[in-house]
């Protein structure tokens, strides 16, 4: 067995990282049995960056690592990068080499493109290696009481804006369908469906996407039960602020909620989730328990493997230009998406020759500037191009693009729009038409009779509104000419 620099000296008596927050956490991770999901979860960590040759090639194939800050010279030392990736997550923070400078950048600015993944020739996934040193920074900046915190309020948060930006667009009935609210019909555990669909938290903002999945999935005759929102947490927000146990227990606690279906498959709608189940939860759970719960499946791959069965459905010509937006990293879904728009009569796809990177349009928020350049370069090329659309598959890429339909000659759309269109279904897309106001206090008087109806605080509402109009992260025009 491989034994690292730090593993000897702390047999010997000799860690220079002894008495260090990072080491205090290290000992309370690999402490004896009962194993818990950090200890097993800093175990896959560790097994797999022993695993890593630390080539480099996940560096070079990055596409972001110019954005992400890292210097000429630091590109072109791809092997000292990773390494310093690697020695993050063995020893954490206090790691101080120079490689270590490279790495906390590239960690910092990690888009989860998954170019990474798909670059290295040895079954290690280096997206994973990035999200642990990521942990292990934030170990190092603040104490386990403020990592807490962090991720309690930031849990709040998107718990505040979900249930009210939800709440001011769906009446109870649409909301129950979703597996929201007190009306939501329980389940019969004697008759479990062919799938549960996981939606997560944030694709309740923009209702429309996940109401038309849904109809997309009655049409295939195919019984599923709706689970997701802040009761059913992926444990997203407490491990990105570094509070594991925390995140270990919420994902614990959503993973036997979903382990309901009778194929023993979840179908998730967003990427982060499918993300943080996949690469970080289910493989740590399967760990501890000696078995996976479910396999998860991105909704997009479960319509493109059903495409043979959808395409009968699709009778009404939709005659567009469209352009997708796109981001690859799940693998197989950009690429899924683009056969779904070429099924349905009458598109035709434009390719704007943007770059293509990162999760979805949230996760670029780390690198703020990159994403707003990203964006309205996007925007200029649709406009160019004279599409009629530019189509978003995920939820997070419609919030954020959504409000420049009112200043650019084509509409913002999701996929699942056009393919409803072919198939007789529609939904409004009441987020875009609240958003499009632009004026916190005209949306909250359009939406005045929900507010009253679900019994929310105004200003707490208000709150949440705004937090949606300051989710813009490519200027509109006018806030442009200022």
């Not at 000897?8 to 290290?26: K, M, S």
């Not at 493989?283 to 479910?294: N, W, Y």
Request: contains cysteine.
């Amino acid at each position: 067995m491989k034994v690292s620099r730090c593993s000897a000296a702390v047999v010997t008596g000799r860690c220079p990282l002894q008495d260090t927050p990072t080491r205090r956490y290290l000992n309370d991770m690999t402490a004896a049995a009962p194993e818990t999901f950090e200890s097993a979860l800093r175990a896959r960590a560790q097994a797999m960056a022993d695993a890593c040759t630390r080539c480099g090639k996940c560096v070079e194939a990055c596409p972001t690592t110019e954005a992400a800050g890292l210097t000429p010279e630091e590109r072109a030392n791809p092997v000292e990068v990773i390494s310093g990736i690697v020695d993050l997550v063995r020893q954490g923070q206090e790691s101080n080499s120079r490689a270590n400078d490279a790495a906390r950048k590239w960690a910092s600015g990690c888009l989860l493109s998954g170019e990474c993944i798909k670059a290295c020739d040895y079954g290690v996934n280096p997206r994973f290696l990035l999200y642990m040193a990521r942990i292990a920074m934030a170990h190092a900046k603040d104490a386990p009481a403020e990592q807490r915190r962090a991720g309690v309020n930031g849990f709040r948060l998107v718990a505040r804006d979900v249930s009210h930006l939800s709440q001011i667009q769906l009446d109870d009935a649409l909301l129950a369908r979703l597996g929201q609210g007190p009306n939501r019909p329980a389940r019969d555990p004697n008759a479990k469906p062919d799938f549960v669909f996981y939606t997560g938290c944030n694709v309740l903002k923009t209702p429309h996407i996940a109401l038309l999945a849904l109809d997309i999935m009655d049409a295939l005759g195919v019984t599923y039960e709706v689970m997701g929102g802040p009761t059913h947490c992926c444990g997203i927000v407490h491990m990105r602020a570094g509070d594991v146990a925390a995140s270990g227990r919420l994902a614990e606690n959503t993973i036997d909620k979903l382990s309901q279906s009778r194929t023993g498959q979840v179908l998730s709608w967003c990427p982060s989730c499918q993300v943080q189940f996949t690469e970080t939860t289910l493989p740590t759970v399967e760990k501890l328990r000696g078995t996976r719960p479910f396999e998860m499946t991105p909704f997009t791959l479960f319509v493109h493997k059903h495409l043979e069965r959808l395409r009968p459905l699709l009778r009404r010509p939709v005659p567009m230009r469209i352009a997708l937006h796109r981001h690859p990293g799940v693998r197989g879904v950009v690429e899924a998406a683009q056969d779904i728009l070429r099924a349905v009569p009458g598109v035709e796809l434009v390719d704007l020759r943007q770059p293509a990177v990162g999760l979805q349009s949230n996760n670029l928020r780390v690198l703020p500037e990159f994403r707003k350049q990203l964006q309205l370069a996007e925007l200029d090329a649709a406009q160019a191009a004279a599409v009629d659309a530019l189509v978003a598959v995920y939820h997070s890429d419609h919030r954020e693009l959504c409000a420049h339909e009112r200043e650019r000659p084509f509409r913002i759309m999701n996929l699942y729009e056009i393919v409803g269109m072919s198939m007789g279904l529609h939904r409004d897309d009441h987020y875009k038409r609240l958003k499009i106001m632009q004026d916190a206090d005209a949306i909250l008087a359009d939406c005045r009779d929900l507010v009253q109806k679900h019994g929310l605080d105004a200003a707490t509402t208000r709150l949440a509104v705004q937090a949606m109009l300051d989710e813009q992260p490519a200027p509109l025009r006018e806030s442009r000419n200022v």
